[in-house]
């Protein structure tokens, strides 16, 4: 393994910090350049969830069905966002759980409350992420965005935007 | 609060008053003296879902719910039977379970107050330092009588209780309606149905009605969910397509179908509010066929009677006023108002016992894509239903349900009719007229 790269803790933590930038920014397209081509982006209805298969989940996202989620926040007829939303991710300093340079995968956990406004209404939730990278041509990139709400099994009002 | 505030307590005729043949007043979904009136009188005196008896499969085991603001527990006696009872000791009211799902210790429920235990029944079993009632007239009260078993009838798995005394019978109550649940069971090559894959709770903030009115409007699916079905179909056809499509495209795009599929596509309508949309096809005819699944089928009911069932693909069934379901696609909806203005939905797939997991996977990605809390088609609904909420709450006092209306329409409009028909609402308010004053007294106009 002459060309394997090892990664800094301080380049994955900086990764989560700009990939929930990039959300409350509405900067999804770069956002969405994140992912590898295989990824999921993922928000389990229970705790210890196995799968998304055979459990439903709040967020179960291949690229197709983000590409679907983030044409849909721009489209005139979007009516739900006519009045925008807008979100903010408030993260405690991503914790590196795994760093394998010779599988080139690593996996962050971070704490996070997050904020969704539209107008009079706010929505604030909290939970972990873990962000499992990999390197793709020299750059970091998400295979998985695993979200774990604290209260995933809530009855949850409308979640219109991006943890 | 005296009668001199109230509008519609004491006055069946003025309740009656908001349902014309062809309108209705939007007093029905902002009045919360309306909204009492219909958790004391509509979801008392008509059949209410409670949940699936897979999700008690053993003795003792429970599950908890409300139905009509009453907490009410679900469980399963010694003998093997599902019961309904109060979730509210005899003693005091404390609720005896607090989890959804549990199951008995000791095959008792046990106060966590006072220790007053009962049997899977409902009858009290123990009662501590009992010899202090001795002299009083604990045994003539109501609270010596236990657990007053609610009505409830299981159909082919699923439950469903009746909270008043007086009522329709269940089998008078939904009659021919049942052959959706018919079908849904039926789709298992055993017969049996399954609660799998965990329930999705959305917070609905607008009217329960608005909600039930939705499941059979086919008039809004091209409009509302444009954004969101009307994206997925054009991203899927703009990528240059080779194969069949995937499954999340299957599911969505004929949401935006045209007029003329959803309203060729047929609406049932029975007595009591009860109705599906899906008589001819549905939106969920054209998913691709799991070819071990059908072989199953085969195999179960032999090749005619399986094409008969699996040929049967309802689009939503409404078991008015509380559950919704989706016998082709295996997921249920069921609605729970909370208060006038807020109704919790909860989304619940279930597994066909027998067939390949691949249904159960499909059943749990509609849900998600269509039910969830993140759901884009959900998002535009529910938008629309707090829209009119907010919209009649600062006037415009009759809401038109005229498409369609046939002056000779009879009062259950009990029939077929093209689907774009506003019939099924129709035909839900005059249910509600009438099971809003059945308790009240006084002659039906």
Redesign the interface.
């Known amino acids: 393994m002459s060309d394997m790269e090892v990664v800094a803790a301080d380049a994955l933590t900086n990764f989560v910090y700009h990939e929930a930038r990039l959300l409350d920014e509405k900067r999804f397209d770069e956002w969405y350049e994140l992912f590898t081509d295989d990824a999921r982006y993922w928000m389990p209805l229970t705790r210890g969830q196995p799968n998304a298969e055979t459990f439903t989940s709040l967020f179960y996202e291949d690229k197709l069905l983000l590409r679907i989620r983030i044409e849909r926040l721009r489209h005139p007829n979007a009516f739900s966002q006519q009045q925008p939303g807008f979100c903010q991710h408030v993260l405690q300093h991503p914790a590196v759980e795994t760093a394998d340079p010779r599988a080139s995968h690593y996996v962050t956990r971070t704490p996070f409350v997050y904020f969704e406004s539209q107008l009079d209404r706010q929505l604030i939730l909290g939970g972990v992420t873990y962000h499992h990278l990999t390197l793709v041509d020299g750059a970091l990139r998400m295979r998985l965005k695993k979200i774990e709400l604290v209260n995933c099994d809530a009855a949850l009002p409308s979640i219109q935007l991006l943890l | 609060m005296g009668d001199a505030m109230s509008r519609y307590r004491n006055d069946p005729q003025a309740i009656r008053a908001l349902v014309r043949p062809d309108e209705i007043h939007r007093d029905v979904y902002l009045d919360r003296e309306l909204f009492d009136l219909e958790m004391e009188q509509l979801w008392r005196h008509s059949w209410i879902y409670v949940g699936h008896d897979s999700q008690v499969p053993n003795a003792g085991d429970f599950y908890t719910t409300q139905l009509a603001r009453e907490p009410v527990i679900m469980i399963r006696g010694a003998d093997g039977l599902v019961r309904v009872l109060p979730n509210r000791c005899a003693h005091k009211g404390t609720r005896l379970a607090t989890a959804v799902h549990g199951k008995c210790v000791g095959g008792l429920l046990r106060c966590p107050y006072h220790g007053w235990t009962y049997r899977l029944d409902g009858k009290i079993r123990t009662i501590p330092l009992k010899s202090g009632y001795d002299g009083t007239a604990f045994e003539q009260s109501e609270a010596a009588r236990g657990l007053r078993e609610i009505s409830s009838v299981n159909y082919r798995g699923f439950v469903f209780a009746r909270l008043s005394a007086s009522g329709p019978d269940f089998e008078t109550y939904f009659g021919e309606s049942l052959s959706s649940i018919d079908n849904m069971v039926e789709r298992s090559p055993q017969g049996r149905l399954e609660v799998?894959?965990?329930?999705?709770?959305?917070?609905h903030?607008c009217n329960w009605k608005l909600f039930v009115e939705n499941l059979n409007d086919a008039m809004h699916p091209m409009v509302?969910h444009?954004?969101?079905a009307?994206?997925?179909k054009k991203?899927?056809e703009a990528s240059g397509p080779a194969g069949p499509p995937?499954m999340?495209?299957e599911q969505?795009a004929p949401f935006v179908n045209g007029y003329d599929f959803f309203d060729k596509m047929g609406v049932k309508v029975f007595a009591n509010g009860h109705s599906y949309t899906g008589v001819n096809f549905s939106i969920h005819s054209q998913y691709s066929q799991v070819g071990e699944y059908e072989r199953r089928m085969e195999e179960a009911y032999g090749a005619e009677r399986a094409r008969h069932i699996l040929g049967e693909v309802r689009h939503n069934t409404v078991y008015y006023p509380s559950l919704t379901i989706k016998g082709a696609i295996q997921a249920i909806r069921v609605a729970r108002p909370l208060a006038v203005d807020q109704t919790?939905i909860e989304?619940w797939?279930f597994r066909l016992v027998g067939a390949p997991?691949a249904l159960?996977?499909r059943t749990?990605t509609y849900?998600?894509l269509i039910n969830?809390?993140?759901s884009?088609v959900?998002?535009?609904d529910?938008?629309?239903y707090r829209s009119i909420q907010e919209g009649l709450a600062g006037g415009g006092d009759w809401v038109s349900l005229h498409r369609n209306h046939s002056p000779t329409e009879a009062v259950s409009a009990a029939g077929t009719y093209g689907a774009t028909n506003e019939v099924p609402m129709r035909s839900q308010f005059r249910a509600w007229a009438e099971f809003m004053t059945l308790g009240l007294g006084g002659a039906q106009t």
Do not use: K, M, N, Q
């Open positions: 799998a894959g965990g329930v999705l709770r959305y917070l903030d509302a444009e954004s969101s009307g994206t997925a991203i899927w995937p999340v495209i969505f919790l989304s797939t997991e159960l996977a749990t849900s998600r969830s809390p993140t884009v959900g998002h535009d529910l938008h629309c």
